[in-house]
């Protein structure tokens, strides 16, 4: 049975992505988690985007974030293992040149090193939350209430900072355990459970479909993607 990558190997596969994709990919951190390991992100895009180390380039930026509850291997090991078939596709799978010859690709597979490394199988709460012990999924401001209950922590201020400097058009976080596809907004202003749009929503909404119909399971008879109207 395969393993989880650790830290070591994490950053050996990005180094090998750097040395077979040249032209196309590179690296850099965004910050240290709270223990010190590096958040590293690697990016994929065009040559001619290469030129440009910030957002001030004609491509749109995409993020791709895996790991932000660090015993939930699968996303972390899903954006690795996506980042190495990108970059062997690349001149060979017509749809995967063209994706990165247009979009400008930001690959963060690890938010929560730390969480990871104390990870423990059979133990679904062991590695969930950083080394403080702070849940990071619920540690960023929230649209109608404010800060949250625990201190921003480093994992959350640097990933926060990065999206500033980068302006994404798009974000997805893959996490595990559940079958299903979340977007904005997760919660309203009276806090009560209702349908909370936003100016995106049809966009939203037609992510999740897309996503949905692509996965194995979700888009069966069986299990239909639910979808409240407001």
């Not at 790991?67 to 090991?77: F, K, L, S, Y």
């Not at 009276?190 to 966009?203: E, I, N």
């Amino acid at each position: 049975m395969q393993s989880n990558h650790d830290s070591t190997q994490f950053y050996r596969l990005f180094h090998q992505v750097l040395a077979d994709c040249p032209n196309q990919a590179s690296t850099y951190d965004i910050g240290k988690s709270g223990n010190g390991q590096a958040l590293r992100v690697l990016r994929l895009a065009s040559a001619a985007s290469m030129q440009h180390s910030n957002a001030d380039n004609f491509n749109q930026h995409i993020k791709l974030v895996g790991g932000i509850h660090g015993n939930e291997a699968v996303g972390r090991e899903s954006l690795i293992n996506l980042v190495q078939y990108f970059c062997s596709a690349y001149g060979h799978d017509d749809l995967i040149t063209k994706i990165i010859d247009t979009t400008d690709l930001h690959f963060y597979p690890s938010m929560n090193p730390d969480g990871f490394a104390g990870a423990k199988h059979g133990d679904w709460q062991a590695g969930r939350a950083n080394a403080a012990d702070v849940d990071l999924n619920r540690n960023f401001p929230g649209q109608f209430h404010g800060a949250p209950v625990d201190p921003i922590q480093p994992e959350t201020a640097a990933l926060m900072k990065w999206s500033k400097e980068w302006r994404f058009s798009t974000s997805i976080s893959l996490h595990g355990g559940s079958l299903v596809a979340c977007y904005p907004f997760d919660n309203t202003a009276s806090g009560r459970s209702k349908y909370s749009a936003t100016p995106d929503d049809a966009t939203f909404i037609f992510m999740a479909k897309t996503y949905a119909n692509a996965h194995p399971i979700m888009y069966k008879v069986s299990h239909p993607l639910k979808l409240n109207k407001p």
